[in-house]
């Protein structure tokens, strides 16, 4: 994050809309959040879009052309009014590339987080992480329920396994039924998810994959 006095030195460029996607242009200048808040999302070629790393006022966003490769792409989605400011490159001193850096370091360190947990973690785990990305999403209040179609394309199984495991999430208490879900239980999600990465501490299982605690209903 760059300091305040900084930021307001930097001429305010674009604005960008609530649900925008975008990229910031790869020209040398460091593109910095003004106001706001962003986004980055993980696209898979098969189509399934997963959040990774949120960007708030203050937060380097880095180039993403860079991080891409031939398994996913990754781009830029509002998710509210956004301010986005400019420091050209002629201004980029010692501190400021090292929070680009860091900035590129956290945002692949996220990306092959999210790539190993579709390969290696059971379907089941997964859908447990997506779940906790709605209740997220909602605050402490039910959420839409993604189809069945959405959930298998974001982790990557059949629709009749996702179909299985919220049968036996909502026989278990875990989940609410209907279109309009509840999560009731996070910490056991969260229990769950520890013990299959060998984790200890409910913090450290919050940020391996980039999320913030969700409080239960």
Not at 150 to 161: I, M
Request: hydrophobic share 45%; aromatic share 6%.
């Amino acid at each position: 994050m760059l300091e305040t006095g900084r930021i307001e030195r930097i001429r305010p460029a674009t604005r960008v809309r609530p649900g925008d996607a975008f990229h910031c242009p790869d020209n040398g200048d460091v593109a910095i959040v003004q106001s706001g808040a962003l986004v980055v999302e993980l696209m898979m070629t098969g189509g399934s879009v997963l959040p990774l790393v949120r960007y708030r006022a203050g937060d380097i966003a880095p180039v993403l052309s860079r991080l891409s490769t031939p398994a996913f792409s990754l781009g830029y989605r509002a998710l509210e009014l956004t301010q986005m400011s400019w420091l050209p490159s002629h201004r980029i001193d010692d501190a400021v590339r090292g929070g680009i850096a860091r900035a590129r370091d956290d945002l692949l360190n996220a990306s092959m987080r999210q790539i190993t947990y579709l390969a290696c973690l059971p379907a089941s785990y997964r859908l447990y992480i997506e779940l906790l990305r709605c209740a997220q999403s909602a605050g402490d209040g039910p959420f839409a329920m993604p189809t069945h179609g959405e959930l298998s394309a974001r982790v990557c199984t059949t629709r009749e396994t996702i179909s299985r495991e919220l049968s036996i999430l909502r026989r278990e208490g875990v989940l609410s039924p209907g279109k309009v879900a509840r999560l009731l239980a996070p910490a056991d999600l969260m229990k769950r998810i520890a013990r299959v990465l060998n984790l200890e501490r409910e913090s450290d299982v919050w940020e391996s994959f980039g999320m913030m605690p969700v409080a239960a209903a």
